[in-house]
């Protein structure tokens, strides 16, 4: 079984670092171009028709659409981590009150723990059977690459996804391993 990330395409939040979960935003041209690149790569990957989840934020339904791919279900399964009262701020406006905060080490108020979005990856990592392209988010997407290969949350941050890149998880000879990370 191959798993493929899919990171939605660019938005004006995702251009300056603000953190966005629940807001839905819409794709830049510049993240429409992204989308659609991400399809041509996932076509020259795929060798097999794969079952696509999608988060239900329009930024990811818009970039499965625009990327060639036909969504099988969408679910809040992976949908992004959700920052609480951090909506919107970046890391450095956040850091005027917290100093040294990142999502990986301190708490979101009002949001979900790294533990609770661990439980969430690892929620969607037991029920898949084939190979699969998910349309997510960043920090959720680092998130569910750190649990494929049995690492903490806070391991996703040694993992590049940007806009529009394709990760791909897979496993040699029964060991879980990232086949190829973020692809633009």
């Known amino acids: 079984m191959v798993v493929y990330l899919l990171r939605h395409g660019e938005t004006e939040w995702s251009a300056s670092g603000r ?3 629940r807001t ?10 992204g989308a659609k690149r991400a399809g041509d790569i996932l076509a020259k990957l795929l060798t097999t028709t794969p079952y696509v989840i999608s988060s239900p934020r329009k930024r990811a339904l818009d970039t499965a659409k625009l990327a060639g791919l036909t969504v099988d279900e969408v679910t809040e399964d992976v949908r992004e981590w959700d920052y609480g009262d ?15 905060w990142t999502v990986w080490t ?13 439980a969430r990856a690892n929620g969607v990592i037991s029920r898949l059977s084939t190979d699969t392209v998910i349309i997510g988010h960043g920090h959720f997407g680092r998130v569910l690459a750190a649990a494929w290969i049995g690492q903490p949350a806070a391991f996703g941050v040694r993992f590049a996804l940007s806009a529009g890149g394709v990760t791909v998880l897979g496993d040699e000879r029964g ?4 086949r190829a990370l973020n692809l633009t």
Do not use: F, M
Request: aromatic share 2%.
């Open 175 to 178: 060991v879980p391993q990232v």
């Open 86 to 100: 951090y909506e919107g701020l970046t890391t450095p406006q956040i850091r005027e009150t917290v100093p040294g």
């Open 24 to 33: 839905d935003l819409p794709l830049t041209e510049h993240g429409e171009r």
């Open 106 to 118: 301190h708490p979101c108020p009002g949001g979900e723990t790294a533990d609770e979005v661990t």
């Open 19 to 21: 953190h966005t979960s």
